[in-house]
């Protein structure tokens, strides 16, 4: 039976439940247009303030990096993968003044940290491998080099 005859043979039922699923349809779309994924998902991210070799969860609104208990604490991008369980693949701090990276001709701009909080994070920033002295640019080739490479294995990055 096509669909045509199917519709004609069950109009009545048709016309009732055909309110239903557009009014259903809008209603979903409508919420998909005015949620916030990213507020809800990211509150919480990894930091480390021994270089990697362990990791905590704290407010993301704190940036890519905060004083912790006198010690700097900078963002960890955490990952896992079957062969190397869960481990700090990358560390992330500020371009700033105490960083070997920095280019002062280089403008650094900023966005929101999609918490809502009133920080912001730069979207060029440092990164580093755990255990290595060199700080890169996250946008250089090393830098883009590097963060490929801390996904290695099929590795998935694990958020709190």
Request: aromatic share 8%; charged share 25%.
């Amino acid at each position: 039976m096509q669909l045509r005859e199917l519709i004609e043979k069950n109009k009545k039922v048709v016309l009732a439940i055909l309110p239903v699923v557009v009014l259903a349809s809008l209603l979903l779309g409508w919420h998909n247009l005015h949620r916030d994924d990213l507020t809800g998902s990211i509150s919480r991210t990894f930091f480390s303030d021994d270089d990697g070799k362990t990791y905590f969860a704290e407010d993301a609104s704190k940036g890519l990096s905060f004083d912790h208990d006198g010690k700097p604490a900078y963002r960890a991008f955490v990952y896992h993968s079957g062969s190397r369980g869960t481990y700090v693949g990358l560390l992330a701090r500020p371009c700033g003044d105490d960083s070997p990276t920095q280019n002062t001709h280089r403008p650094v701009t900023h966005v929101p940290v999609p918490t809502g909080g009133a920080k912001t994070i730069p979207v060029a920033f440092d990164i580093k491998k755990p255990g290595d002295a060199k700080w890169v640019v996250n946008s250089s080739p090393d830098g883009q080099a590097m963060a490929r490479a801390a996904e290695e294995d099929g590795a998935e990055q694990v958020l709190p």
